[in-house]
T-cell receptor, first 117, second 115 residues
Framework: GAVVSQHPSRVICKSGTSVKIECRSLDFQATTMFWYRQFPKQSLMLMATSNEGSKATYEQGVEKDKFLINHASLTLSTLTVTSAHPEDSSFYIC?????????????FGPGTRLTVL | KNQVEQSPQSLIILEGKNCTLQCNYTVSPFSNLRWYKQDTGRGPVSLTIMTFSENTKSNGRYTATLDADTKQSSLHITASQLSDSASYICVVSEGRSSNTGKLIFGQGTTLQVKP
């Protein structure tokens, strides 16, 4: 159990376009999901905490108008990178915490590789 | 400042050999410590979790230790296999993590197992 999926697994887009990444908890309802960004040879950096039915909480330095997060249902959170630029190229990973566990127990998705040309 | 530091940064070993990865943390209050394995281009997968009162935890060929007094943890891999080639990340939860879900990540150790 506790499977988290992401779609797409990789995406290449032109500079200035917007890209949407989906994160789904397949076998449990997640009231809280998390979005991370990982640059090469670096560890995961938390971008935002996504709560179902409310606005996401962004970490310091993360532009909320650029990285739009929607958590419209208990099994789906989306991250939209608006007006993407080459510096946004990164590995984006989501995680979800089952409701019967504390939020620090997170199951991670397989990640989405974004390349902005 | 809450920090997690791992060593070595990278490691190359021959298939069948053992290795030990280190994790030092300055996190307070401490809640728990997890080791994750992250294959290239994939998300992290949990290997072990230890709370304050646990000294050791095994998961197959992976054995994690925790010394809460010295704030050190290690991950020992026995009889390494080519599939063990990955990044190993030490992650610590501090007291408020149980509410916020904010985790403190180490930089990871990249392990390469060669035939």
């Amino acid at each position: 159990g506790a499977v988290v999926s992401q779609h797409p697994s990789r995406v290449i887009c032109k500079s200035g376009t917007s890209v949407k990444i989906e994160c789904r908890s397949l076998d449990f309802q997640a009231t809280t999901m998390f979005w991370y960004r990982q640059f090469p040879k670096q560890s995961l950096m938390l971008m935002a905490t996504s709560n179902e039915g409310s606005k996401a909480t962004y970490e310091q330095g993360v532009e909320k108008d650029k990285f739009l997060i929607n958590h419209a249902s208990l099994t789906l959170s989306t991250l939209t990178v608006t007006s993407a630029h080459p510096e946004d190229s990164s590995f984006y990973i989501c995680s979800a915490s089952p409701p019967w566990l504390l939020p620090d127990t997170q199951y991670f998705g397989p990640g989405t590789r974004l390349t902005v040309l | 400042k809450n920090q997690v530091e791992q060593s070595p940064q990278s490691l190359i070993i021959l298939e069948g050999k053992n290795c030990t990865l280190q994790c030092n943390y300055t996190v307070s209050p401490f809640s728990n410590l997890r080791w994750y394995k992250q294959d290239t281009g994939r998300g992290p997968v949990s290997l072990t979790i230890m709370t304050f009162s646990e000294n050791t935890k095994s998961n197959g060929r992976y054995t994690a230790t925790l010394d809460a007094d010295t704030k050190q943890s290690s991950l020992h891999i026995t009889a390494s296999q080519l599939s063990d080639s990955a990044s190993y990340i030490c992650v610590v939860s501090e007291g408020r993590s149980s509410n916020t879900g904010k985790l403190i990540f180490g930089q990871g150790t990249t392990l390469q197992v060669k035939p």
